[in-house]
């Protein structure tokens, strides 16, 4: 196929807070150097923040070092926290306050504020094109380019037009090559030209496997005079077992509206299990639901999140390429927070490929960036929260915090000893026939909601005339094996209604709703047979979050 190809010095492959701050960065400097490097960002949602969703609490470390003055140019960082409270949560009408001095250090939010992620996205794209960034959004990458040695030469975005027989309709447009000397990866958590690039290089053959939490989100408007902003309050426990990881998280923010959400530990081992349905459970312990009586839902959306921590980061460049943000598993899973060690690994990198771009050596794309994180206070936060995910898993909820509380607090994770988890997520299920059955009761339509109602307050809309973009490697698999051995999970924990077993005449099928796909990736990390693969959909396509 012959495609039009643009050259530029750097491509960037996604619009969130990492790929947006090496995009300022690069641009920062190319102005102090007099350079006039051209460098190109592609995101695949409709607009920046379109598909961006996240708690969101947030550290300002990274955002002061890239601009100082964010405050005076208006970046939008809603509210301060004001305090934190953290419960452990018995049963669905019991909880426990947990006391401020037992709370891990890690989790304790002072000069940190609870934002709008996606807003914080859109003002830095703004930033970038202020500063001549080439955003393109609504155009996924769909490709990597290599050269005859493997080395990355850049990125193929999506096709357009194609319908769902694979044939080229009348609005078809090819897609573009963006050719460039670096390309940075920063498509967020799983993302697939991210996983590709693994693969191809093992680039986690020396790691721990990734580890992965399934979070979901609600925005409510509630009566002022109940609102705190601020407020940030965390539970532990019900309604998931000692064994099974997760936590939920109600924060006060402007106007009268709170952000809350769980997250559910993808390596939960009982099929029945739903994250979505644990969810709406969990709304009605009166921590929450005394909170959101009588307030109305306004938005819903769903994000996987990496957990691994320190142990699970791959090896993060290969010639002409590397990963950062999310997209290597950044996140601090002991802070539950990644917005602003994306940020920094987005800036070292460009401050990397900076530093090659300066040499102007056309033939060489070697670059720093490995020893320079290794250096940087990302790589030491990560390091002293190594022990935290594995030690949940190893020891269970309750004792895990336990463990939690006694290494950051006490020892400052300066333990002498590393723990690992080396079982994949998708690994963990057990047979259906040895689990118990989960009874989720019907909604109430007042503090909790069905999947169908929730996706359409994520405003999420696909192109139905396309491919489907959820890739099956074998179509029998779903109801040949993982029906009878495991129920068939991806209808349990897919939070966006998009698989479901349906009976025809006495006859079994496993159907796809990929219209409703909010692009999570749920479904690419936890089916046991690894036989889902999510690839991007046409351009635009998916959520478009607002506030989230």
């Avoid at 891990?104 to 807003?119: C, D, E, F, T």
């Avoid at 979901?216 to 109940?226: G, R, S």
Wanted: overall charge negative; proline content about 6%.
């Amino acid at each position: 196929m012959t495609r039009e190809s643009m050259e530029f010095d750097v491509v960037i492959v996604g619009g969130g807070p990492s790929g947006l701050s090496a995009a300022i960065k690069l641009a920062q400097i190319s102005q102090e150097k007099g350079k006039d490097w051209q460098i190109a960002l592609v995101e695949k949602g409709s607009e920046i923040g379109a598909h961006i969703i996240s708690g969101a609490v947030v550290e300002p470390t990274a955002l002061d070092e890239l601009i100082p003055n964010w405050q005076e140019l208006g970046a939008p960082m809603g509210v301060k926290v004001s305090g934190d409270d953290f419960y452990y949560l018995r049963s669905q009408d019991k909880s426990v306050k947990v006391p401020h001095m037992f709370i891990p250090s890690p989790m304790k939010n002072n000069g940190n504020y609870i934002i709008s992620l996606g807003n914080l996205c859109r003002w830095l794209g703004e930033q970038a094109e202020n500063l001549g960034i080439n955003i393109f959004p609504g155009f996924p990458a769909t490709e990597i380019i290599y050269d005859e040695n493997d080395q990355v030469k850049g990125i193929i975005t999506q096709d357009m037009g194609v319908g769902e027989d694979g044939k080229e309709k009348g609005s078809y447009e090819p897609g573009y090559e963006l050719l460039a000397k670096h390309t940075i990866f920063s498509e967020g958590c799983r993302g697939h030209l991210g996983k590709d690039l693994i693969k191809k290089f093992n680039l986690d053959a020396k790691s721990d496997p990734q580890h992965y939490g399934l979070g979901i989100k609600e925005i409510w408007q509630i009566d002022e005079a109940q609102s705190y902003p601020g407020k940030v309050v965390h539970t532990l426990g019900w309604p998931l077992n000692n064994h099974t990881e997760g936590g939920g998280f109600l924060y006060h923010t402007e106007k009268g509206k709170v952000a809350l959400g769980f997250i559910t530990a993808l390596n939960y081992d009982n099929p029945h299990l739903s994250p979505f349905e644990e969810f709406q459970r969990w709304k009605h312990n009166p921590v929450i639901k005394d909170v959101i009586n009588n307030g109305k839902r306004i938005a819903y959306g769903a994000r996987a999140m990496n957990k691994g921590g320190f142990q699970s980061l791959p090896e993060i460049e290969v010639p002409g390429a590397c990963l950062a943000g999310c997209e290597a598993g950044f996140l601090n899973p002991a802070k539950i927070k990644g917005t602003h060690t994306a940020m920094k690994t987005g800036m070292i990198a460009a401050q990397s490929i900076a530093d090659n771009l300066l040499k102007e050596d056309i033939n060489d794309v070697k670059t720093s960036y490995t020893q320079d994180v290794e250096n940087s206070w990302v790589f030491t936060e990560l390091k002293k929260s190594r022990n935290f995910e594995p030690s949940l898993n190893k020891f269970g909820t309750f004792f895990g915090a336990a463990f939690t509380f006694i290494d950051q607090n006490i020892f400052r994770g300066k333990l002498p000893f590393t723990l690992h988890n080396k079982k994949a997520d998708y690994a963990c299920l057990k047979p259906v026939d040895s689990c118990k059955k989960i009874h989720y009761s019907k909604p109430d339509n007042k503090i909790s909601f069905d999947k169908l109602s929730s996706v359409f307050l994520s405003s999420t809309n696909h192109e139905e005339d396309q491919p489907c973009h959820l890739k099956l490697k074998d179509a029998e698999i779903p109801i040949a094996l993982n029906l009878p051995k495991w129920s068939e999970p991806a209808q349990h924990y897919c939070p966006a209604a998009v698989y479901e077993v349906i009976n025809e005449n006495n006859t079994k099928s496993f159907r796809i709703n990929s219209q409703n796909c909010v692009h999570c990736k749920t479904c690419d990390i936890k089916d046991p047979s690894q036989n889902i693969t999510w690839v991007t959909p046409e351009g635009g396509g998916g959520p478009n979050y607002s506030n989230m």
